[in-house]
Each structure stands twice: as C-alpha cells, then as structure tokens.
C-alpha cells in the first residue's frame, strides 16, 4: 500500500463530508477564476483593441474620473498629427446611446473619421465600410452581434436620438467588445450626442516607436499640444497598458473581484480548518495508535496535509470547471456587450489551484500540530 | 522450556528504580521497579487495576517516560535514545485490547501501515510480507476482507501480523484478549506461544486472566505501582530452548522474520 493510497482512503471514509467540503472548496476556487478571469478579460480584451491596430499612445482627459465620459476639443487631432514622430492620429468619440424603435438601450457608440485607420481592422461581412462618400448620408456599421440581436440588415432604418439612419455595411472584429457596436462617422457622433466640436479622445501611431519616441511624443503632446488648446494638465498621453491600468471602472471590477475573492478564501480556509480539526478530533485515538506503532509527528502532519490537499485539489478541479462554465455563459449574455472573453486564461486556472493548494495547506496547519501532537499514552486512554 | 534456560539469554529489558509519578506528583503509579528481560521470555504482568501494569508497559514500550530511573535496552539507556518513534518502529510490536485497526483498509493494507516508518522493503517485498504474516496468523484466506467483516478474534490476529510487521524485538500486549470470547482468546493465546516457540519472540503481556496469564512462562504481579511477585512457572510452555538459537530461516527475500508458516 502507498502512502497515497492510505491518504484516499481516509479522505473517502466520509464521503459526504469530503464532497461537501469539496463543493465549499470548488465555491471558492471558482468565484476566484471567475471574477479574477472576468476582471483580467476585460482588461486584456480592451488593451486587445489598441495593440492590434498598432495604437502606442491614447490620448484623454487627465482631470476626470471616468476620461471615457469627458471630452476634449477635436482640434487636438490635427496638432498631434503635426507632432514630428506621429504616423497617424484617430480621434473618436464614444458614447451610449439607444435604438429607440427597437428597444435596444446602451448601444455603445464609435465616431470616427472616414480615413481613421482604426477601421483597418473590420472585417466587413455585408454591404460597404464608411467613407468620404457617406458624409451627410446617414449612414451607419453594425458589429455582427449587435446586428444579430437586433435583426437588422444592411440596409435597414434606425432612428437615432430622433434621426434616421441607414445601415451601410455589417463587420466583424477580432475583438468580442466591438462586435456590439454601432460605427458612424465623427461628425454624425457629435451632432447626436450634442458634443460637437468635441471628441473622447485620440489614438495614436508612432513612426518607428522604441520607448524613448513614445516618451519624447508623449512628453510633447501633454507639454507643447495641450499649451496650443489651452488644455495644459488637462489632457494625458499615454500607453494603452498604463491607461487601462488607471482606467477607474477597470480597477473597480478589478477590486470587486478581489474582494469577493478574499472573502471566499477566508471562507473556504475557515471551512477547510474545521473539518480537519473535526477529522483529528474524531480519530484521536487512531494517530495515538499510529504514533504508538512508530509513526513520527512528521508523518502524521504529512497525513493530514496530504489529506486536507486532496480535497483542496478535488475541489480546485471542480471549481474551474465551473467557473468556465459560469464565464463561458456570461460571455454568451447579450448585455455584457462581448466584453467578457469566453474563456479563462490558463494563467488564471493555474492560481486558482495554487490559492486551493495554499489555503489547504493553511486550514490543515493547525489540525496537523493538534493531531502530532497527540501523545500515545494520552490518545489510548481516549476510550 | 524451563526457565534457567533463560540465565543464559542476553538481558533485552532491564529497569532500574523504575518510578511513575502522575502529573500532581501526588499519585504514584510505578514504584521503584527493578525487572530485567532476557531475550526470548514469555512474561506476563498481572495484577489489579491501579496496579501500575499498564503504566509499566507504557514505560516498558517507550510510549511514555518515567519520572525517576532508567530502562536499559539491549543494554543501551532508553533516555539517550534520540528518535523514540523510529525505536519504537523497529523494536516493539503493540498488540492492544480494542485491536486498533484502521476501518478503511484491508487486513492485507492493516498489516503495512507500520512499514511506512523504519522499514526498508520496497512496495512489492512489503505487500509479501504482509501476506505472510497474514497467513501465518491463520488468515491467508481473508486478506482483503475490511476489519468489520471479520470476526473479533480475527482481527486481533491481524492487529498481531500488524505488531511484526517491521520485525520487532519483542511484543507487548495490553489486555490482548480482553474483548474476545474464550474461545477466541484461547486461538491468540496459542498463536502466542506459537510466535514465542517457533520464533524465539520476546512476549511481555498484560492480562486479567489467571487461567492465560499462567501459561507464560514468568508472571510478575504487580500491586500499588510495585512489584509484589516474580514467578518463573517451570514447564507451562512448551517451547524448546533450541528455538531461542536455532531459529529456522527458509530463503526467502524477506527479513529473518517472514518465515513461512503453513
């Protein structure tokens, strides 16, 4: 007999005890890969729309909370481009808005420039991109998804915050987030949202971009570009990985899943403590023989470790098959927009286990002392 | 076996002014106990409850220390002893009252589980070795039975293949029949005498019963924590002073003591 043999054994002589501690387990581990998975999605899925079209710095608005909902004077645009260094520059405005006759609420919404090369990267599935020609013409994209859920073809009329528009061309995107998004042309963005003038902000290429380039553009855009507009410490430049890093509704979903993470580990060490302590307890008398018959403290603290892992790792595997399952069906949810990846990263899964790992090893270190530290003569009188 | 032959047997067990003090330093359970074991004795304790037998062969079996005093083994002071759990692996087999065995493993798994400490067979010589023993104790038909598909006496006999299974010096029995019919405990008594002839086993046990406590060779009587007799009964066992010697040993992979017994 192997010692791991020894160690299932035991761990299968209660088995509703295991399999509940082992759903406790698979709870936590997979409220964990879960929200972490979801949270990192996001994130990734976002910097995903930058890096892929070449995007080195992001153009915002420093002095606000959330830099997606303020704005910037679009004449920004054409200082950048003039900056020595910048290959192209794409300002845009992104709003929400809503298909009133269809019923579709929060819609989010690109204005682009006809030129922009942000539109390099659509893949068109039906009917024609926008172009100079579409200027006055009312003309939208569809990402595939939005079009889907709401049946329409190319083609087709929407009333946009009381205007008609015409659905030009459906695409489709590398990224799962602008599958559900409404594409127009800039200066139809801002006539509907009322933010004419105005943009979000700009993305934007640099010629043979090492770090030190991407520092000296940065440095000018927020110095010299911002003193032209009048828009000193107003405005900030900076890469697509930092931006998101301080991007306020990212590190919000980012805390949230820490902290529904913390709390499921307190939980779950707490729940992994009190069945082991309940486990030694109940088998006072059987370590007091095993150590009578020779066992060391050591190999006893190995039994219970090796136990309360298993049911960790049990409960591990359990955990992020469900969580899969979980992030695969809100991927699938219309209204997460395509946001959330519908997977999570190998990366993920591996800390999921090693947080079961560590948090068996955690709640089964009292238990183990408490169980070596039975003394023979003590645990036989325990009759 | 006639108990001069033991003058002769090198002393496995000795004590000197052996005292057990309780934790209140008021109640005293061993008294002074001066007791010397030769190798291959068959030695039974006996006495009252309170008497201090069992915590004599606590003491005796390295589970708990004396408070005054030395036990000497092999010659060797017990109190120098630096790993008592690997000495107590490799030198003494328990045999207890309850049998102790673990409710989730076989007879056969029962048998190994002291292998894990201080035993240098491989997985395959291990399960052999316990097979052996199993069929030596009588039970070679029902190694995989669970422990509560076996009769009581059986499995004491499987809590017996388990106290040798790392070939131990001697055997120590706390009240080894004390929770069997007297049918049952006649069977582990012989397999007693059994292990005691045939193997040369040093035997220390504990018991309540005259009528089994006689058919040791030496009874040591134990009342108020002290020593109160010290009897050698000439001629109860049957065991020849050659099997002390001359033990047989069959080829076989295993240590001296995986001897087949059929």
């Excluded at chain 1, 794409?90 to 006759?101: A, I, K, R, T």
């Excluded at chain 2, 010659?75 to 045999?95: T, W």
């Excluded at chain 2, 069929?135 to 293949?161: D, F, K, T």
Aim: proline share 4%.
């Amino acid at each position: 007999m192997r010692f791991s043999t020894f160690i299932l054994r035991n761990v299968l002589r209660r088995p509703a005890r295991s399999v509940l501690t082992m759903i406790g387990m698979s709870l936590a581990v997979g409220a964990v890969v879960a929200f972490v998975g979801i949270a990192d999605g996001l994130s990734s899925s976002m910097l995903e729309l930058y890096q892929r079209r070449g995007v080195h710095l992001v153009v915002t608005r420093s002095d606000s909370v959330n830099p997606l909902s303020s704005t910037i004077d679009d004449r920004i645009g054409s200082e950048i481009a003039k900056v020595e260094g910048v290959k192209a520059v794409c300002p845009g405005l992104v709003d929400v808005l809503s298909f009133e006759n269809l019923g579709l609420n929060n819609v989010v919404t690109q204005g682009w420039l006809p030129d922009a090369f942000m539109f390099d990267e659509l893949e068109l599935l039906e009917g024609r991109g926008l172009s100079e020609a579409s200027r006055g013409q009312k003309e939208i994209m569809l990402g595939k998804d939005l079009a889907a859920n709401a049946d329409l073809k190319v083609g087709a009329a929407v009333t946009l915050v009381g205007e008609d528009f015409k659905v030009a061309g459906i695409y489709q995107t590398f990224a799962g987030l602008e599958n559900n998004m409404v594409i127009m042309l800039l200066e139809d963005a801002q006539r509907l949202t009322g933010k004419r003038g105005q943009i979000t902000g700009c993305t934007v290429r640099i010629v043979d971009a090492t770090p030190e380039r991407i520092e000296e553009v940065k440095a000018v855009i927020q110095g010299e570009v911002a003193a032209k507009l009048n828009l000193q410490k107003k405005i900030k430049a900076a890469e697509p990985s930092d931006m998101l890093k301080t991007n306020t509704q990212i590190k919000m979903v980012k805390a949230a899943a820490l902290l529904i993470s913390v709390v499921g580990l307190l939980i779950s060490g707490i729940l992994v403590l009190t069945v082991m302590l309940m486990s030694v307890f109940e088998r006072t008398r059987e370590i007091g023989i095993l150590r009578a018959i020779g066992w060391r403290p050591g190999r006893v603290i190995r039994m219970i470790l090796m136990e309360s892992v298993l049911l960790s790792l049990a409960g591990a595997v359990v955990g992020s098959l469900g969580a899969l399952g979980l992030v695969w069906a809100l991927s699938r949810l219309p209204q997460v927009n395509g946001a959330i990846p519908a997977t999570a990263s190998p990366q993920i899964i591996l800390t999921g286990f090693l947080i079961a790992l560590f948090v068996g090893l955690i709640g089964a270190a009292y238990p183990a002392y408490r169980g070596a530290r039975l003394l023979p003569t003590e645990a036989l009188r325990h009759e | 076996m006639n108990s001069h032959t033991y003058r002769f047997a090198p002393v496995v067990l000795k004590t000197e002014h052996l005292t057990k003090l309780y934790t209140d330093g008021q109640v005293s359970a061993l008294v002074d106990v001066n007791i010397e074991i030769r190798k291959g004795e068959y030695v039974s304790i006996m006495g009252p409850s309170g008497s201090g037998k069992s915590t004599l062969l606590n003491m005796l079996g390295v589970l708990d220390a004396p408070t005054r005093g030395e036990i000497y083994f092999d010659g060797e002071p017990v109190s120098k002893v630096r790993n008592l759990d690997r000495f107590r692996a490799q030198k003494i087999g328990f045999v207890f009252q309850s049998f102790y065995l673990l409710p989730v493993l076989s007879a056969l798994e029962n048998v190994q589980v002291p292998m894990f400490e201080g035993s240098p067979l491989t997985l395959p010589q291990r399960v052999r070795r316990a097979q052996e023993l199993l069929e030596m104790v009588g039970l070679g038909h029902r190694i995989n039975h669970q422990p509560q598909q076996l009769s009581v006496g059986e499995r004491q006999r499987v809590a017996i293949a388990r106290a040798l299974a790392n070939d131990p010096v001697m055997l120590m029995a706390d009240e080894p029949t004390g929770n069997l019919d007297s049918k049952s405990a006649l069977g582990v008594f012989d397999l007693f005498a059994k292990l005691h002839r045939e193997r040369g086993m040093t035997i220390i046990l504990i018991t309540h019963d005259d009528d089994l406590g006689r058919r040791a060779e030496r009874t040591i009587r134990m009342q108020d924590g002290r020593v109160k007799s010290d009897t050698r009964s000439a001629g109860c066992a049957n065991g020849t002073a050659s099997s002390v010697r001359g033990l047989v040993r069959p080829k076989s992979v295993l240590p001296p003591f995986a001897v087949h017994d059929r």
